[in-house]
């Protein structure tokens, strides 16, 4: 079974600028989520989508964005870039609705320059 | 608000040792604990979870406690071996008008000395 797979895995943006990441969860995992992840600052949640729709959503700025399309692939964009944007973003898909486990992708790491 | 302190930042210990990690979380509505194991180049995998109505959970060479009163929750690791260098998270699942989101940690970046 395949696993999360994130695209691209690297990529080097300047200030002003936007990025779209992908992430295809495992078939058949219909909820999707998305997290941030810088040293010191852990994993933070960004949102999280569940059959195209967004369920939650964590304290980023509108600049932060994400769908989810009917095949559960899932888009985040970021646009205006900033230099604190550079993190290394992963997506999560889960397959049970709740309390199960996550599974991660490798994630895209964003540089800001 | 909503948060998961977790320490240390950094922990290095002989292999063959015991570590621990330690986690507090704010929201006493958190009922699911897991415990993620990072690798260098990898996303988090999960290695062992706790549920809110349980206190210790053992999987061969870690357990994770858990103390609802104090909302702290542990991670231990005997017998370490170099393999286990590795960054660990910690997380608190919160429920929302029948939503879920994880609360993670900050981190610690464990180093076995061989």
């Known amino acids: 079974k395949a696993g999360v797979t994130q695209t691209p895995r690297y990529l080097i943006k300047t200030r002003g600028q936007q990025v779209t990441l992908s992430c295809s969860p495992i078939s058949g995992h219909r909820s999707v989520s998305w997290y941030q992840q810088t040293p010191g600052q852990g994993l933070q949640f960004l949102f999280e989508y569940f059959s195209e729709t967004q369920r939650n959503k964590g304290n980023f700025p509108g600049r932060f964005s994400g769908r989810q399309f009917s095949n559960s692939r899932s888009e985040m964009n970021v646009s205006t870039l900033e230099l604190g944007d550079s993190a290394l973003y992963l997506c999560?898909?889960?397959?049970?609705?709740?309390?199960?486990?996550?599974?991660f992708g490798e994630g895209s790491r964003l540089t800001v320059l | 608000g909503e948060n998961v302190e977790q320490h240390p930042s950094t922990l290095s210990v002989q292999e063959g040792d015991s570590a621990v990690i330690k986690c507090t979380y704010s929201d006493s509505a958190s009922n699911y604990f897991p415990w993620y194991k990072q690798e260098l180049g990898k996303g988090p995998q999960l290695i062992i979870d706790i549920r809110s109505n349980v206190g210790e959970k053992k999987d061969q060479r870690i357990a994770v406690t858990l103390n609802k009163t104090a909302k702290h929750f542990s991670l231990h690791i005997t017998e370490t071996q170099p393999e286990d260098s590795a960054v660990y998270f910690c997380?608190?699942?919160?429920?929302?008008?029948?939503?879920?989101?994880?609360?993670f940690g900050t981190g610690t970046r464990l180093k076995v000395l061989a």
């Open positions: 999560a898909s889960q397959g049970t609705v709740g309390t199960g486990e996550l599974f």
């Open positions: 997380a608190a699942q919160l429920s929302t008008s029948g939503t879920y989101k994880y609360i």
